[in-house]
């Protein structure tokens, strides 16, 4: 019933616990016994530990660097006009459409502004109207005024009024005709405004960072809301102009973050900016990537690798076979030059099994480091195909020692480094809540 109830994870930690328990067992027994009693018979007992095989290869190399999530088309919404809020139409996490409705505000005071607006649009036009007749008119007379003076009936003074008349009309009809425009963009920029007391979402998203009441008296700089596409997201790291030199567009990142069920998510570098603060001498750097089940929030802090090259080739073993001597302080792994069978070497999965080799020889060698990944150190110091201890160091002590072995493959240990001490206690307070709870069930 347990082994339903716990998860592949917790499953995992459990067995880890139990290889863990069989092997302070083993370093109990070889240290116990009956001191006063003339009839026991020492036995002796081989402390266990884990070995996994060195290997020749190079390390990548990689730039760790603190990313930010954004969300895809990510905006910041504020209202254009300032009044009171009247009613507030989303909240946090509704998803929207463009062009839906989020607030609208008090129009009571744009209403009447539109209205004069309106009422000055129709004045312009009736003066409009009344200039052009006035032309009309003057133009009627101008005509009449040329004929007569052209049969010596009008003087030349009454013809030079009427055509200044006329050229006043025309002046006016002009003027009405700029008024009636004025009048128009007025219409216009009242609509205009009215409009805007009805914000709109201007995306397809989400709704966050909600800061909108009813009654609430809002500015231009006043935010409302945050809005943006959860499915895709957008990693914003800081390159400083010395990485520019081995970081280019499209390298592999990795992505983490204990906020995921995925693990470690990867994607390529999708883009530089061309231009550095001139202040700090740094640019930014973004990493779009897809995000189904919305487990990467906006605002979200996350660690990014990006692998820009490879070291040379080194004998590579896991950061867990590294080991300080308390003796000497010296750095070093234990070795040995037994070969194991391949049957009994247990490889990435979990596997119920806990058979133990035979005892076999250790011998602690100092090494060099050479680089260090995420995973795995380069060193020099031993050969290539040897098995290092990667659990149980502590166990041998002495420059060496016998011990069962445990073979296992890298996935397994990459696995086991994977996992934070933090999980490793949660699960625990998990596996005992489970055991509590089937005891309780089986009385």
């Given amino acids: 019933m347990l082994n339903r109830i716990l998860s592949p994870a917790i499953k995992d930690i459990f067995n880890l616990i139990q290889y863990a328990g069989i092997v302070f067992l ?13 009839e026991n018979i020492p036995t002796q007992v081989f402390p266990a530990v884990e070995a996994v095989q060195a290997r020749f290869g190079s390390l990548p190399l990689i730039q760790r660097l603190s990313g930010i999530v954004e969300a895809e088309n990510q905006v910041e919404i504020y209202p254009e006009i300032s009044a009171v809020i009247e009613e507030v139409f989303v909240e946090n996490g509704d998803q929207v459409k463009k062009g839906g409705p989020l607030v609208r505000l008090r129009d009571k005071e744009f209403q009447e502004r539109m209205k004069q607006a309106a009422a000055g649009y129709q004045i312009a036009v009736a003066q ?35 055509q200044t008349r006329a050229i006043a009309a025309e002046a006016d009809v002009e003027l009405a005709k700029a008024r009636l425009e004025q009048a ?15 914000i709109r979402s201007p995306i397809n998203g989400t709704v966050g960072n909600r800061n909108a009441e009813v009654g609430m008296l809002v500015t231009g700089n006043t935010r409302l809301f945050t809005l943006g596409q959860l499915d895709d997201v957008r990693i914003n790291v800081i390159l400083t102009d010395h990485m520019l030199s081995d970081i280019q567009e499209g390298q592999r990142t990795e992505i983490l973050s204990e906020h995921t069920s995925q693990g470690i998510l990867q994607a390529p570098l999708s883009r530089i900016s061309p231009f550095l603060n001139p202040v700090s001498h740094s640019t930014e750097a ?34 867990s076979a590294l080991f300080e001597n308390p003796a000497t302080g010296v750095t ?3 070795v040995t030059q037994e070969k194991f069978n391949e049957e009994l070497v247990l490889g990435s999965t979990t596997d119920p099994s806990l058979s133990l080799s035979e005892p076999v ?8 480091i050479l680089a260090k990944g995420r995973m795995e150190a380069g060193i020099r110091g031993i050969e290539e195909d040897q098995w ?14 016998k011990a069962r072995v445990r073979p ?25 809540e489970t055991t509590k709870d089937s005891s309780l069930i089986n009385r």
């Fill in 361 to 368: 020889d250790f011998e602690f060698k100092a090494v060099e």
């Fill in 26 to 38: 083993v370093f109990t027994l070889s240290c116990s016994g009956d001191s006063g009693s003339s």
């Fill in 388 to 401: 290092v201890v990667t659990l149980g160091q502590n166990l041998l002590g002495g420059e060496a020692g």
């Fill in 408 to 432: 296992v493959k890298w996935a397994w240990v990459e696995r086991l480094q994977y996992l934070q001490r933090e999980d490793l206690m949660e699960s625990l307070f998990l596996q005992q």
């Fill in 286 to 319: 973004e990493i779009d990537l897809k995000n189904p089940n919305q487990e990467l929030k906006p605002g979200m802090f996350v660690t990014v690798d990006i692998f820009y090259g490879e070291s040379e080739q080194a004998i590579l073993v896991p950061l």
């Fill in 184 to 198: 128009e963009a007025t219409v216009e920029e009242r609509r205009e405004t009215l409009s805007q007391t009805i």
């Fill in 128 to 162: 409009l109207k009344q200039a052009e007749a006035r032309l009309n008119e003057v133009k009627s007379e101008l005509k009449r005024t040329e004929a007569l003076s052209e049969q010596g009936l009008a003087s030349p003074t009454e013809l030079e009024m009427v």
């Fill in 332 to 334: 070093g792994v234990y």
